[in-house]
């Protein structure tokens, strides 16, 4: 029973990521054109998401399981929301992408807790899911400070 709530768990969390890959891909050539500086972690996030994708769909084969590789519609619904909200803007695309960002990484830096809080999970994936906890941190920080420096220089 353990082995299929980890599962469970580890497929929630490959959706997360997925959903996250998938936010990070949509982002607009134009803002990169306005904040250059930005580009740099955003490839970086992108990359380190997909380590983590395939660090989770590995655990997931080994547990015998069958890694659910697409996206949440939780995580769809959150991109329509986006794309309608964006076309509204009165402030500028790229502050809204930013608040996005930082949005999405909080969501699922809490889902990362909540996973490692579920005791669901066996030693080696909440060692992983812990590593990947951490850079999800680290990114969330990152942009966070990113967005807050660049409400203060409009």
């Known amino acids: 029973m353990k082995t299929e709530q980890t599962v469970s768990v580890l497929n929630d969390l490959l959706q997360i990521t997925n959903d996250r890959i998938e936010g990070f891909e949509k ?3 134009k803002i ?9 972690e955003y490839d970086r996030m992108i990359s380190q998401s997909k380590i983590m994708k395939n660090q989770l769909i590995n655990l ?3 547990k015998n399981g069958i890694p659910n ?4 519609v939780a995580g769809a ?3 329509i929301w986006i794309d309608v909200k964006n076309s509204f803007t009165v402030g500028t695309i790229e502050e809204s992408t930013l608040e996005n960002v930082v949005f999405g990484e909080k969501a699922a830096i809490e889902a990362y807790e909540k996973a490692l809080e579920s005791d669901d999970l066996c030693e080696k994936s909440r060692k992983i ?3 990947q906890l951490h850079s999800l941190r680290e990114s969330y920080h990152q942009f966070k400070k990113i967005e807050e420096y ?4 409009n």
Do not use: A, C, F, Q
């Open 69 to 72: 590789d697409s996206t949440s």
């Open 129 to 131: 899911v812990s590593e």
């Open 27 to 29: 982002v607009e050539g």
């Open 32 to 40: 990169w054109e306005m904040y250059p500086d930005i580009k740099d």
């Open 77 to 79: 619904l959150h991109r």
């Open 60 to 62: 997931i084969i080994e």
């Open 150 to 153: 660049k409400k203060k220089e």
